[in-house]
């Protein structure tokens, strides 16, 4: 199998789960609704498992940002910069990126190896260790650094327009 090959059924997985991840979430949140407002009741679990839903959701969210290159950038000075001069400041801009991911990554595994020796129960399900829903956060925080260095050296998705000047267009 080739990497490329590879990359892509990676991409596939990662935009399945976050579907249906949201999918979930949405079901959830409506059924919740539902049985408050019309039948007094609910579902004991949906709440904490939510919260749980929506931290992976977001962390799988900023994971697919990285890889296609969605995340939120200021690149207003990117326009008055040259060829060399932004390919400096991607490479400089992306490896900072990677590093503030990595101390992410490398945090979120102290914490989730502190919950885990301590079998600090979760807050969603008593029976639940707490170390189990956090796994995404080294997990993600760890992709995306990686993606950060990659794109820090691959070619820009975009390259804007260099501007000379600053005033209107003729």
């Known amino acids: 199998m080739t990497l490329q090959r590879a990359l892509e059924i990676l991409r596939r997985i990662e935009d399945w789960l ?3 991840l949201v999918l979930l979430l949405v079901v959830l949140a409506g059924s919740q609704i539902i049985l408050r407002d019309f039948f007094a009741t609910g579902i004991s679990w949906a709440d904490p498992l939510m919260r749980q839903l929506v931290l992976w959701t ?8 990285v890889r296609d290159d969605k995340h939120i950038a200021l690149d207003v000075l990117q326009r008055f910069l040259s060829p060399l001069a932004q390919t400096i400041a991607r490479i400089v801009t992306f490896g900072f990126a990677a590093a503030i991911c990595a101390a992410l990554a490398w945090y ?13 129960p979760s807050s969603a399900f008593d029976s639940l260790p707490a170390w189990i829903p956090e796994t995404i956060l080294p997990a993600a925080f ?10 820090a050296f691959a070619p820009p998705a975009h390259t804007p327009p260099l ?4 005033g209107p267009a003729p």
């Open 108 to 120: 979120s595994y102290v914490m989730l190896n502190v919950d885990y020796t301590s079998a600090t």
């Open 163 to 166: 501007l000379h000047s600053v």
């Open 58 to 65: 977001g962390m799988l969210g900023a994971l697919a940002a």
């Open 142 to 151: 760890g992709l995306m650094a990686i993606r950060f260095v990659l794109r």
């Open 18 to 20: 976050l579907a249906v």
